[in-house]
């Protein structure tokens, strides 16, 4: 029998049904198409169903949305990765492979919850080439503890989460620890309980949330950020040196000319980085790059490794830091403090005058740094260097002669001659760096970073935006080189390392930054292999957009189609600075990754070492854990920047404010206002004048009967209508338009009466409000 040579017996039976669904390439097949499918004898077609149960039960097969079949995680089925939600409905998956974002609909969800680490299957394409799928298995949970606001009605307590994809939490009576209506709260959700109607018992009080500081605890434990060290960390940090061992210095090279120096912001306190540079008799630079010597205090398998480890990074809030080791460590024993004898690993790079690395060594060093100077010193320095170059030209053109003697460095109180000698040099080497960047075509969005003004109780007064400085750019360049140097040399000695990789944007994304330079008059073009779009190529836009007023919305449109760089074993390059290799070493004191390139480097320094340090598999699962706690970071820091922006314009409702378009979609226009950087929501029932359309290629709504435009980067006017500070949403309208009331109750004094409301066409229909559909 035919039937019977093909699948003869259960074990062909099941490789036949695993080989079908491996063919299908994640998308999944009915049971019965499945049995259509694969020849199977009489007997072996009756024991199907069992036979498919127990290849379910074994992880070999899942079964997805509608019941149909696919392969499971047992035979290499599945992608894997984070899982959000949005609100209580469909979510996606960050896959740890670093590729696009999973849709995931709300029938495929297969259990899941808001951050919880999942399995999951593509199931093919939908709306505008986004991968589809569906969760086959949550791996981990994410932990069941839930922030929100505790509300209290005739005795019955709720949890409103300030995430909007977890629901709310029911709290009986003797569980509510003495929470009062209206107090932040954490509440653990009992492990019996209801995924939809959960119940749970208060945990913690975190009080008032407009009260000082507790904006703060809200974020750090809606994001499960670790605050305490353990008690074994502590212990450990407790036993180091208070000063540089003596003996350890004596075995290392000393630095001390020429002078070392770190330059850091006015309010840092943890300074892993120092300089130095000198001019080689044959005309090149020798750059020296000192940075804090942590892999010689946290050693691996310690508690303070593991606890670094967890964290993953450090956390900056407003006026707050979560550091990723115990401030002995990160303050005091290998912060590059000024006077004081410091242990480094040194990255000593010889550059010619085109920016070419003639030459590179990496060695453990011992400094001693001269001066701790800000950003905004050195930027006056150079701005007084600048203005004495111009003069003495200025003199020289004229025909003045000089004395034949060599003139004093010029310098600015606080800065040291031979210190501002050094730097003069140093900004010479910026300048030949930065111009080696450009000519690489390396991509430089140069977005200002706004500086968050607090008072003595940590409120916000007020916000500044300032550009970044030559001082910034020399650091910036400085430490792109040596972190370029050091990953040049695991690559050139095949070693393996935590490279931190930026893949080549989506073509989509491309394509859509395309269609909106366009609406503005400029061209991306695209010179890559097959029409691909190369990082000089969105450089070359950017340089066009300069000086014009759209050019900051430009630059952020250009980074949104960027994909996210992340820590990976393989060398795959690095899109935005056009590096073909790049690796993070300069900043172990805040960065785990750094840490872990600094002991391979040591490690690949000492015959033997390297063979003991973390083999390929345990170094991909600490780069996808950093990873995802750098993302979590940083989406804390902007949550908490977010609290602070809004609690600034909470008693302003009902003012005008001026501001600018920043996002154009199907259901409104997103607004930030010039003043506080507040971005809200201005909805299309807050644009009752006409009927827009959208455009999407252009980014644009157009009305139809007025032709009054709205685009990104466009200046408006907006009232401030609502603030939603749990949800942190921003509702905004148009001056005038009704107020929100009277648009509530259906009154409109922008439409004559008995005008008629247009008929909307299907995409304006789809992006309105439920309550607003026709």
Known sequence: ??????????????????????????????????????????????????????????????????????????????????????????????????????LIPRRGLGGARDGDTVLVRVQGRGRADRRNGTVLEVLRRRDASVVGIFRLREGEGVVHPFDPARPRVRVPAELQLDAGDGDAVTVEVLPDSSDRYPEGEILEVLGNPKAPGVDTEIVIRKHGLAVEFSPAALAEAKKLPEAVPADEARRRTRFDDPPTVTIDGETAKDFDDAIAVEKLPGGNFRLYVHIADVAHFVLPGTALDDDALARGTSVYFPGRVLPMLPEKISNHLCSLRPHEDRLVQ????????????????????VIRSRARLTYTQVAELFDAQGAAGKKGKKASGKGSKGSGRRSKPVTIPGID?????????????????????????????????????????????????????????????????????????????????????????????????????EGFGLALKRGGQDDGVRPRDIQALLDAADGRPEQPLVAQVALRSMKQARYHIENLGHFGLAAPTYCHFTSPIRRYPDLIVHRLLRASRVRGAFEAMPDEKRLERMSVDCSKLEREAEAAERELLAWKKIAFVRDRVGDIMPGVVSAVTNFGLFVQLQESLVEGLLRFDGLDDDHYEFNERRLELRGQRRGRVFRLGQKLEVRLDRVDERLRRVD?????????????????????????????????RRGRPARRRR
């Open 1 to 102: 029998m035919a039937g019977e040579d093909n699948a003869a017996g259960p074990n062909k039976a099941a490789k036949a049904i695993l080989d079908l669904l491996g063919r299908r390439e994640g998308r999944p097949v009915s049971q019965r198409e499945l049995s259509r499918q694969i020849k199977l004898s009489k007997e072996d077609r009756k024991g199907l169903p069992r036979l498919i149960q127990k290849l379910i039960k074994s992880g070999r097969v899942a079964r997805v949305t509608g019941g149909k079949l696919t392969l499971g995680s047992k035979s290499g089925g599945g992608i894997r990765g984070e899982f959000r939600r949005r609100g209580q409905g469909a979510g996606f998956v960050t896959a740890d492979d670093g590729g696009p974002p999973i």
């Open 346 to 365: 040194s990255a000593i790079l010889e550059i010619d005058d085109r920016g070419n690395l003639v030459k590179a060594r990496f060695t453990d060093g």
């Open 417 to 517: 001659p031979d210190i501002a000698g050094m730097l003069a040099l140093a900004n010479e080497l910026r300048q030949v760096l930065e111009a080696k960047r450009r000519r690489r075509g390396s991509v430089d969005f140069d977005l200002p970073e706004p500086q968050i003004l607090l008072d003595v109780e940590g409120v916000m007064t007020g916000i500044v935006v300032e550009p970044r400085n030559e001082a910034h750019r020399l650091i910036e360049e400085f430490m792109l080189a040596a972190n370029e140097a050091v990953a040049r040399q695991f690559r050139r000695r095949k070693l393996r390392c935590m490279y931190r990789v930026h893949e080549e944007p989506d073509p989509l994304k491309v394509e859509a930054l395309a269609a909106f330079a």
């Open 732 to 764: 905004f309208s148009l001056p005038e338009a009704p107020p929100p009331s009277e648009r509530r109750s259906g009154r409109s004094s922008s439409r004559p009466s008995g005008e008629a409301r247009p008929r909307k066409k299907s995409n304006y």
